[in-house]
């Protein structure tokens, strides 16, 4: 999105050389067209380098950078352009110069919703390396970044490149299975890292700093759920601050250096507390520390007396936000195995109460009658999802099918047998992509 600067673009191409900048523009593009395919993302990088090639050469034209990256456009809105897809392309073709431009850099596709980059066997990459090593590198670039299109671009680059060189090295040593072995275990840090940015970075961008802070604090609250509210804050606002400070920065090592400081917070604050965390925040790499906090599942539910709910007064005050919050804060503790989505989808429905209401000419009885509804609709709703996923986490897949196969014919007598399957396999696929930790934001929040 920033404008075609030739100068930038020039200096970069310079600085790396052809074959850096090339590795780069794949990688920067596979990440922004997640959706495109190799041969579209090709094609795209093929035009940029010849672009920076031709326009950054000594004693090249001035006007050269600028008349390239016209027809570039031109070429983009033509009817058979080669390049990815996008759904915004058509707007954007309907303005022209460098407008037309920068609405174009602009543009980028959603994350896809689980990364479906598989690793091959050691064996196999060796032999797609030797056949052609550099349709070995262009692909697997291109696969793993719009794989993992949401970590900021110097983790995808620091974990691409050092992928590459053990593949390189490995491939032509005389024991090949004991080099993999070494350098996948140097490389350990380095996944994880681009896994857990991956990860973070992909919620941030669906739901925004203010409900990543929820949502971590609600994660927080489900796994720890006899911390209170003030310990447990901080935590989430600093998980938030972590991601609008690296998800989009090219520092080197933000995403790395931010994410280990926010895990010793974490350690330091809650191992006392409990055992879990203790045992997670034992290793000495906090990156596996980290992994390992992510990974921990809901601990069962404490008998605490029932959550106290915000006055209109308070909903409606200057810290409404933080009253509502605390209050989804104590929703989540009580109810361990409602899934982010749902909580998520309870942090929009407060802020619209309270947007509508607290505006209205009689906020009181406007929250009153909203509120309501909201009780007789929501609690069985929240019941159900909080003894879905629960179930789901307790028993083994089958099991879990088997038990839901059953209540759902209690529940539902008048259903045909072909209705009894559709309903179980809708609530099995949302149980399996939803009540996990890692679940992906988007896609959850349509599946709720």
């Known amino acids: 999105g920033k404008p075609y600067?030739?100068?930038?673009?020039?200096?970069?191409?310079?600085m790396l050389g052809k074959e850096n900048f090339r590795t780069l523009t794949i990688v920067a593009n596979s990440r922004k067209y997640s959706n495109g395919t190799f041969e579209e993302i090709g094609h795209l990088v093929r035009e940029i380098v010849s672009l920076?090639?031709?326009?950054?050469?000594?004693?090249?034209?001035?006007?050269?950078?600028?008349?390239?990256?016209?027809?570039l456009s031109v070429k983009s809105c033509s009817a058979d352009s080669p390049f990815p897809a996008h759904p915004g392309t058509a707007e954007c073709c309907a303005h022209e110069g460098l407008e037309r431009k920068l609405c174009l850099a602009a543009l980028r596709h959603p994350p896809q919703p689980l990364p479906r980059y598989l690793q091959p066997s050691d064996r196999e990459l060796c032999q797609a390396?030797?056949?052609?090593?550099?349709?070995?590198?262009?692909r697997f670039l291109y696969e793993y970044a719009s794989s993992y299109s949401q970590a900021p671009l110097p983790v995808l680059l620091g974990s691409?490149?050092?992928?590459?060189?053990?593949?390189?090295?490995?491939?032509?040593?005389?024991?090949p299975t004991a080099c993999f072995l070494k350098e996948k275990l140097e490389r350990k840090t380095l996944s994880l890292l681009t896994l857990t940015s991956n990860r973070i970075c992909s919620r941030f961008s669906a739901y925004g700093k203010d409900k990543v802070s929820f949502s971590y604090l609600a994660s927080l609250a489900q796994k720890v759920p006899t911390a209170p509210f003030e310990d447990l804050l901080?935590?989430?606002?600093?998980?938030?601050?972590?991601s609008a400070q690296c998800c989009d920065s090219v520092a080197e090592d933000c995403m790395q250096k931010k994410l280990l400081e926010h895990t010793a917070k974490v350690c330091a604050a809650l191992s006392a507390r409990d055992g879990r965390f203790a045992d997670c925040c034992r290793g000495k790499n906090l990156m596996e520390n980290h992994f390992c906090i992510l990974?921990?599942?809901?601990?069962?539910?404490?008998?605490l007396p029932e959550a106290p709910e915000p006055t209109n007064k308070e909903l409606c005050a200057k810290e409404g936000a933080l009253h509502a919050t605390r209050f989804l804060f104590e929703l989540a503790r009580r109810h361990p195995s409602l899934p982010d989505a749902v909580l998520a989808k309870l942090y929009d429905s407060a802020g619209k109460l309270r947007g509508e209401c607290c505006s209205s000419?009689?906020?009181?009885?406007?929250?009153d009658s909203t509120r309501q509804r909201m009780e007789a609709e929501l609690l069985p709703f929240l019941e159900k999802a909080d003894r879905l996923c629960g179930q789901y986490n307790k028993l083994p897949f089958l099991e879990f099918k088997k038990s839901l196969r059953e209540s759902l014919a209690h529940a539902e007598p008048?259903?045909?047998p072909a209705q009894l399957e559709q309903l179980l396999e809708q609530r099995a696929s949302f149980a399996s992509t939803c009540c996990l930790p890692d679940a992906p934001p988007l896609l959850c929040a349509a599946k709720v």
């Open 234 to 242: 901080p935590l989430a606002e600093d998980a938030a601050e972590l």
């Open 295 to 303: 990974a921990m599942l809901p601990a069962p539910a404490p008998k």
């Open 52 to 71: 920076a090639e031709t326009c950054c050469a000594e004693g090249a034209d001035p006007s050269c950078y600028d008349a390239g990256s016209t027809a």
């Open 361 to 367: 000419k009689d906020p009181s009885s406007c929250l």
């Open 129 to 138: 390396f030797r056949q052609d090593p550099r349709e070995f590198a262009d």
């Open 160 to 175: 691409t490149t050092t992928f590459l060189s053990m593949v390189s090295t490995c491939c032509i040593s005389r024991a």
């Open 5 to 14: 600067v030739r100068e930038k673009v020039c200096q970069e191409y310079k």
């Open 414 to 416: 008048e259903a045909s």
